[in-house]
């Protein structure tokens, strides 16, 4: 069984910080890849920051404001997200790419969801 577990969401005025965190935990072989998406109300969920291996990729809007980062040892991934604006409204969720065993193949899980709240 493999759990993801986020903290780190509130409310922020426009261009305030927050810093968003995951822990993995559980049967837990490997880890290939975390990353972060976010759904606005009435919208799809959209990928906003992946890290697989040494790489990072990022969506056009929050590039040069939101970093994705990974401690392998705590099986977390962190987002810090500045300058923060009111369309970065939404609940962003926690996704990792998981090899449970070593007899297991890799499978998707997924956070409960935080709520980001951009407002002043």
């Known amino acids: 069984q493999v759990r993801l577990v986020e903290s780190g969401g509130g409310l922020v005025q426009p261009g305030g910080s927050l810093r968003l965190s995951c822990a993995a935990s559980g049967s837990i072989f490997t880890i290939n890849a975390m990353g972060w998406y976010r759904q606005a109300p009435g919208k799809q969920r959209e990928l906003v920051a992946r890290i697989f291996g040494g790489s990072t990729n990022y969506k056009d809007s929050v590039k040069g404001r939101f970093t994705i980062s990974r401690d392998n040892a705590k099986n977390t991934v962190y987002l810090q997200m500045n300058s923060l604006k009111p369309e970065d409204t939404a609940v962003y969720y926690c996704?990792?790419?998981?090899?449970?065993?070593?007899?297991?193949?890799?499978?998707?899980?997924w956070g409960q969801g935080t709520q980001v709240t951009v407002s002043s």
């Open positions: 996704n990792a790419v998981i090899v449970p065993s070593p007899s297991t193949s890799s499978g998707a899980y």
